[in-house]
């Protein structure tokens, strides 16, 4: 088997002291499930890990899932995803990225396709200079006055929206660190 870099994003941990996984913790836990050069990246439940499991995207994601239910007692929304998709995920961005701070763009990972029909009663103009735009199990989100503050960035967020998927949103500093993680292998 060859060896495939990923990175696991935990969605809603360590926020206002609830959901606690401590990354101290999380860095052996996968490593337990026969992955290697395991790191971490901030306390928001950023992972990246290289196997040769053979195992994709939805296992690798169902037995991280699994493991820190087991662990933690509580089930914690993953998304796994290879290094090649993450760097795919930074060169199709719409929006001029490197022209950018970090905190105005952002990337909201999803499980699975997403279609556009879902956003289409987002009156748009209404929350200009803010937009959106689709991509490959993603949306990227620009929000010039940081997601803090956006109107936008609550709209597209709604459980009406990304019902049936999980999300889970990066602001595009840590997009771009996960890209370099994950090619340091």
Request: proline content about 5%; hydrophobic content about 40%; aromatic content about 8%.
């Amino acid at each position: 088997m060859t060896k495939k870099t990923y990175a696991a994003l935990l969605r809603g941990i360590n926020v206002s002291g609830h959901r606690k996984v401590p990354m101290a913790e999380l860095r052996p836990l996968i490593e337990g499930l026969g992955h290697t050069n395991v790191r971490t990246y901030l306390q928001s439940g950023n992972a990246v890990f290289t196997t040769d499991s053979g195992a994709g995207e939805d296992e690798l994601t169902t037995a991280l899932e699994d493991a820190i239910e087991e662990r933690f007692g509580f089930r914690v929304d993953c998304l796994v995803r290879g290094g090649d998709y993450l760097a795919a995920v930074a060169e199709d961005c719409p929006f001029p990225a490197a022209e950018l701070e970090g905190k105005q763009l952002h990337a909201i990972y999803y499980s699975g396709p997403v279609d556009p029909e879902r956003f289409a009663s987002i009156d748009r103009e209404a929350y200009l200079p803010e937009d959106f735009a689709l991509g490959d199990r993603v949306l990227y989100l620009y929000v010039p006055d940081g997601l803090g503050r956006s109107r936008l960035g609550d709209v597209v967020s709604r459980p009406a929206v990304v019902k049936g998927l999980v999300a889970t949103a990066r602001n595009w500093n840590t997009v771009v660190k996960l890209i370099e993680m994950t090619r340091e292998g």
